[in-house]
């Protein structure tokens, strides 16, 4: 069977990881979060202070950037690659909403990109690989074999990420979700460098009303048509 590249963009939280991982589970591909890259570089920035809630030294962050070394490894229990930043599992600490709150702004830095482009890249030079993000099909593997382009209302979205941070134990309010929500989406589609936009051979899905089993028989019945051609 010959392998390919599934991209799969999408405004924040429309559950795209979900949907990645379960399908990588399914065709036996490899999958990658690259939103957890973004969120690594974040989280680094963080800890050195060279961002925080009233300044962002994106010049010595970007100066830093040869201190980053981010891996996947795959848990086997989890059933997932977790991120590790500098040889430390840093999974659990860039889901929380203080790294959401300051990820955007960390992407739109074009150093930063470019050097996240170039290690996905590498992750997808033999194919048999799903990878989720903001421009996958549109800058990362512009000719992927099958782009899809998740959607959800806003509130949907923050619902969902509001239920999904309460589970883990985070304490917090849905108004704040919600704005970190709409806020990325402002960043993150309106940034010069490799915006968010649906690349033109994307195929859309409204996920809003969609189970996760509806979802994944779309995109496997999609991809089955380009895995046997
Ligand atoms: O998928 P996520 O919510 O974990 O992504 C976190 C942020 O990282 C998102 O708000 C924008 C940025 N991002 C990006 O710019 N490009 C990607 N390919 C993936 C994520």
Known sequence: MNKIIIAIDGFSSTGKSTIAKQLAIKL???YVDTGAMYRAVTYFALENDFIGDDFFHSKKLIQNLD??????????????????????????????????????????????RRMLVKQQQLMGQYKGIVMDGRDIGTVVFPEAELKI?????????????????????HNLNYEDVLENVTTRDRIDSTREDSPLVKANDAIEIDNSELTIEEQLDTIINLASHNISK
């Open 28 to 30: 036996n591909y490899i």
């Open 67 to 112: 201190k980053v070394s981010i891996t996947f490894r795959f848990n086997d229990i989890k059933g997932f690659a977790e991120v590790y930043l500098n040889g430390i599992n840093i999974e659990s600490d860039i889901r929380t909403l203080r790294v959401s709150q300051f990820v955007s702004p960390v992407a739109t830095l074009s150093e930063v």
């Open 149 to 169: 382009f998740m959607t959800a209302s806003a509130e949907t979205r923050a619902k969902r990420r509001y239920k999904e941070l309460l589970e883990r134990g």
